[in-house]
């Protein structure tokens, strides 16, 4: 039903029918383990739907009765409603596509703004030519009556989503226990999630939460933790100089298989075996159809066995993350490039093993960079489509022009849509120059994707602290640690979030007792900056003098010291020190703009002339 242009109806209705569309919807997959996003729908509709209220809705109300923001709430420093509105809208769209798509009335919520429309569904276009236009009032009337006697009528139940929309691609196992081809299980796993991830059809869940499962579960679990439809299984055994696999595919909602088939190959023809499952899925699932064999030079691949075999194996290690295991995947990685030069996914793999080297501290990072910045370009100039390697280009870009980088970002998510790293980066891009909004909700499309890492919802948290949103912060810092109580991201954001409401105390000792198992220099920058802003200047300068004798051991960063000082109202000596930290290309300088900890320094003319060299002045 429209309103003869192809718009569907809108009109008021009463609180018992809005109450009856409300249950439906709130009862469905979409919504029965939402409680925020319930919370605000439920109360926006039913204000819509009494007369007068409508325009009563706006953002501080549901600010403060839903998301319990103070009285004084200020929209344009929290924009946690417009960010949530747009959640909400994609939820809408998700149920009605789906589950709803029968459902005779609909709720929607503008692009536009806050306060909901209950709109009639429209007709299917062959059928709506040769519909008499019957009354706009009487027609809809009708509807509302029949679905509310039908909700009052028919049983809540969740229904199987259909079509499926998403799927995690589960280890498989190496059968007989032969764990020196664990590599090479690995390696198949990722590559079939990957392979199924550039299609753009299904989201699929990132390896590091999808390895939560290594040790099997129930599918039902599965799906709800991971928060896919769909889950693939699959066992590998070896015969000689062949290889066959077993795959079984899963629906997560009712537990039940609904497809399953073995595929065997030689074991040098391991990229055949991995197109043949992704195509047989692919059909399957209705995709469209997996890489050919023709195309695989085109996606950075080799048609060596022996350096794709390496390759294979410095994955493997680069997937421990251990820095000793790190610097074997790279002489790996250059033993798989000797055998074939062109293999471009190998470049691109040398590159990640530098970017992680780089992260660790006692590691010189400007030895890293250009190491990963030259593997990253070798890869490119091969293949300049290749999804992992331009991860890798915007994550080591020097000196990076922001909007540069943010193409960058997008054009890896486009290749790959289900890069969880690559929406998880471009988010923190956004939150560097204080675009919150569009940080958060990049953020939390990681987290969808890889809903069991602890660093994404860190990260989160890290959104809301540069917003100044310091009790989110708080709260999602005790999430996390409630999954893991040591984990010293969550603990440093539980300590900032403290800082910024001015438990000075509280702050001091998170990051007193962090420091018993985690020296690093940032914690005791944290901790010194703390003690500053608190009165306490002796531990202070305490602080500054341990970190000056740390110099003598490893890197510090001259911002670290440049954050006591600025605590200490020393803004000559921050300012200097920071400009050393920008000689030297310290990547924590990404931040200047947002932290709350340089507001002191903000209205310097050095400070703005660092955030224009930093191009975070844009």
């Known amino acids: 039903m429209t309103d003869g242009q192809g718009t569907p109806a809108v009109a008021p209705v009463s609180?018992?029918?809005?109450?009856?569309?409300?249950?439906?919807?709130?009862?469905?997959?979409?919504?029965?383990?939402?409680?925020?996003?319930?919370?605000?729908?439920?109360?926006?509709?039913?204000?819509?739907?009494?007369?007068?209220?409508?325009?009563?809705?706006?953002?501080?109300?549901?600010?403060?009765?839903?998301?319990?923001?103070?009285?004084?709430?200020?929209?344009?420093?929290?924009?946690?409603?417009?960010?949530?509105?747009?959640?909400?809208?994609?939820?809408?769209?998700?149920?009605?596509?789906?589950?709803?798509?029968d459902d005779p009335v609909r709720l929607r919520l503008p692009a536009d703004s806050f306060i909901p429309v209950f709109e009639a569904a429209p007709l299917p276009v062959s059928s709506a030519a040769s519909v008499s236009h019957a009354p706009l009032r009487l027609t809809l009337a009708v509807a509302l009556a029949a679905f509310?006697?039908?909700?009052?009528?028919?049983?809540?139940?969740?229904?199987?989503?259909?079509?499926?929309?998403?799927?995690?691609?589960?280890?498989?196992?190496?059968?007989?226990?032969?764990?020196?081809?664990?590599?090479?299980?690995?390696?198949?796993?990722?590559?079939?999630?990957?392979?199924?991830?550039?299609?753009g059809k299904l989201r699929v869940a990132a390896r590091q939460s999808a390895q939560q499962f290594k040790d099997g579960d129930d599918v039902r679990r599965i799906g709800e933790r991971l928060h896919v439809d769909l889950a693939l299984e699959g066992s590998v055994h070896f015969a000689g100089d062949r290889v066959g696999v077993a795959t079984r595919l899963y629906n997560t909602h009712s537990g039940r298989e609904i497809w399953s088939r073995e595929f065997d190959r030689p074991a040098a023809e391991v990229l055949a075996l991995r197109d043949e499952i992704s195509t047989a899925l692919a059909r399957t699932l209705q995709l469209s159809n997996a890489d050919s064999g023709e195309r695989r030079a085109a996606m950075g691949w080799t048609n060596d066995s022996e350096a794709l075999d390496l390759y294979l194996q410095a994955r493997y290690l680069f997937n421990s993350r251990k820095p000793a295991n790190l610097w074997k995947s790279v002489a790996i990685y250059n033993a798989a490039l000797k055998k074939d030069p062109r293999f471009a996914l190998a470049y691109a793999g040398l590159a990640e093993d530098?970017?992680?080297?780089?992260?660790?501290?006692?590691?010189?990072?400007?030895?890293?960079?250009?190491?990963?910045?030259?593997?990253?370009?070798?890869?490119?100039?091969?293949?300049?489509?290749?999804?992992?390697?331009?991860?890798?280009?915007?994550?080591?870009?020097?000196?990076?022009?922001?909007?540069?980088?943010?193409?960058?970002?997008?054009?890896?998510?486009?290749?790959?849509?289900?890069?969880?790293?690559?929406?998880?980066?471009?988010?923190l891009n956004l939150l560097a120059i204080g675009r919150f909004a569009e940080a958060e909700a990049e953020i939390r499309q990681a987290q969808i994707l890889d809903p069991l890492s602890l660093h994404v919802g860190a990260n989160l948290g890290v959104v809301y602290y540069y917003s100044r949103r310091y009790q989110d912060a708080v709260e999602q810092a005790r999430k996390v640690l409630a999954l893991d109580p040591h984990?010293?991201?969550?603990?440093?954001?539980?300590?900032?979030?403290?800082?910024?409401?001015?438990?000075?105390?509280?702050?001091?000792?998170?990051?007193?007792?962090?420091?018993?198992?985690?020296?690093?220099?940032?914690?005791?920058?944290?901790?010194?900056?703390?003690?500053a802003v608190s009165g306490?200047?002796?531990?202070?300068?305490g602080m500054i003098e341990a970190l000056t004798r740390l110099t003598g051991k490893r890197h510090v960063s001259p911002h670290h010291i440049a954050f006591i000082q600025t605590g200490l109202g020393h803004r000559n000596e921050a300012l200097a020190l920071l400009e050393m930290s920008y000689e030297q290309h310290d990547a924590p300088l990404a931040f200047l703009r947002v932290d709350p900890r340089w507001d002191p320094l903000r209205g310097d003319p050095r400070f703005q002339q660092l955030l224009h060299e930093l191009s975070l002045d844009k």
């Open 487 to 531: 984990l010293p991201q969550g603990l440093s954001l539980l300590a900032h979030g403290y800082e910024g409401l001015g438990r000075y105390a509280e702050a001091e000792d998170v990051l007193a007792n962090l420091m018993k198992s985690d020296n690093s220099a940032g914690v005791m920058a944290d901790l010194g900056h703390v003690y």
């Open 354 to 427: 530098y970017v992680v080297l780089g992260a660790n501290e006692d590691q010189d990072v400007s030895q890293m960079m250009p190491l990963a910045r030259q593997a990253v370009a070798h890869a490119l100039s091969l293949e300049p489509n290749l999804p992992e390697a331009l991860l890798t280009k915007a994550a080591t870009a020097d000196h990076p022009d922001f909007e540069t980088a943010e193409r960058s970002y997008r054009a890896a998510i486009a290749a790959n849509p289900s890069n969880a790293n690559a929406h998880h980066w471009l988010g």
């Open 536 to 541: 306490k200047a002796d531990k202070a300068h």
């Open 15 to 101: 609180p018992e029918t809005a109450q009856a569309i409300l249950k439906k919807l709130l009862g469905s997959p979409y919504f029965c383990n939402a409680r925020r996003p319930s919370d605000f729908l439920r109360l926006a509709a039913l204000k819509a739907a009494s007369s007068g209220d409508a325009a009563h809705i706006d953002e501080r109300i549901i600010a403060c009765q839903v998301y319990g923001r103070h009285p004084d709430y200020d929209p344009q420093v929290d924009p946690i409603v417009r960010v949530e509105a747009n959640r909400l809208r994609a939820k809408l769209r998700d149920y009605y596509e789906a589950e709803g798509r």
């Open 148 to 199: 509310t006697t039908m909700a009052a009528l028919m049983p809540f139940r969740n229904r199987t989503i259909d079509p499926h929309r998403s799927i995690a691609v589960l280890p498989f196992t190496t059968a007989g226990g032969l764990a020196d081809k664990d590599y090479f299980t690995d390696g198949l796993t990722e590559q079939i999630a990957r392979q199924i991830g550039r299609s």
